[in-house]
T-cell receptor, first 118, second 107 residues
Framework: EAGVTQFPSHSVIEKGQTVTLRCDPI?????LYWYRRVMGKEIKFLLH????????ESGMPNNRFLAERTGGTYSTLKVQPAELEDSGVYFC????????????????FGPGTRLTVT | RKEVEQDPGPFNVPEGATVAFNCTYS??????FFWYRQDCRKEPKLLMS???SGNEDGRFTAQLNRASQYISLLIRDSKLSDSATYLC????????FGPGTRLSVLP
């Protein structure tokens, strides 16, 4: 079974440009998460989709970031316009439905997209 | 104060050593707890969930103390392949990652 895939693996853009990251979760996984790791910092939660709905977007840094998951399959994360501080590794993860009582199921992470804004 | 804190590391230990990692969390409403490992420039992978009664998986033992808001991971008989960064992850409303503790197991 294919794992979580992300595209592109690397992206170098100039400040002010737009970049769109894509995540394809494991087939059948309703939960999809986006995370970001800025150099020297811990991995930070950005948002959580359940199917096509945004369950929690409390971690999105500002309105330059837009995430979508049309049809509840793959997801995109667009940064427009990009700023220098957006540089980092963006991870996507997916999981099956939460267990009874709302406990989360195991997350499977994609390899990440390394974004460099110059 | 960070929501999840871990030993700063790095830990450099010889093969066969026993090593323990500590983690504390600030949100008393946290429900679920995990240890992930992350190899250099790779994605995090789940090592084990942490249950209230403590749990063991081969050479790895995880403990949870809800009263002290403390989680630990013990690795026995460490192998070269255990070299990685170990991430403490806490779930309440969403997943909160600690900064990680890097382990190097030396021959």
């Amino acid at each position: 079974e294919a794992g979580v895939t992300q595209f592109p693996s690397h992206s170098v853009i100039e400040k002010g440009q737009t970049v769109t990251l894509r995540c394809d979760p494991i087939s059948g996984h309703d939960n999809l998460y986006w995370y970001r790791r800025v150099m020297g910092k811990e991995i930070k939660f950005l948002l959580h989709f359940v199917k096509e709905s945004k369950q929690d977007e409390s971690g999105m840094p500002n309105n330059r970031f837009l995430a979508e998951r049309t049809g509840g399959t793959y997801s995109t994360l667009k940064v427009q316009p990009a700023e220098l501080e957006d540089s980092g590794v963006y991870f996507c993860a997916s999981s099956q439905v939460h267990l009874d009582g709302g406990q989360p199921n195991e997350q499977y992470f994609g390899p990440g997209t390394r974004l460099t804004v110059t | 104060r960070k929501e999840v804190e871990q030993d700063p590391g790095p830990f450099n230990v010889p093969e066969g050593a026993t090593v323990a990692f500590n983690c504390t969390y600030s949100n008393s409403a946290s429900q679920s707890f995990f240890w992930y490992r992350q190899d250099c420039r790779k994605e995090p992978k789940l090592l084990m969930s942490v249950y209230s009664s403590g749990n063991e998986d081969g050479r790895f033992t995880a403990q949870l103390n809800r009263a002290s808001q403390y989680i630990s991971l013990l690795i026995r008989d460490s192998k070269l392949s255990d070299s990685a960064t170990y991430l403490c992850v806490v779930y309440g409303q969403n997943f909160v990652f600690g900064p990680g503790t890097r382990l190097s197991v030396l021959p």
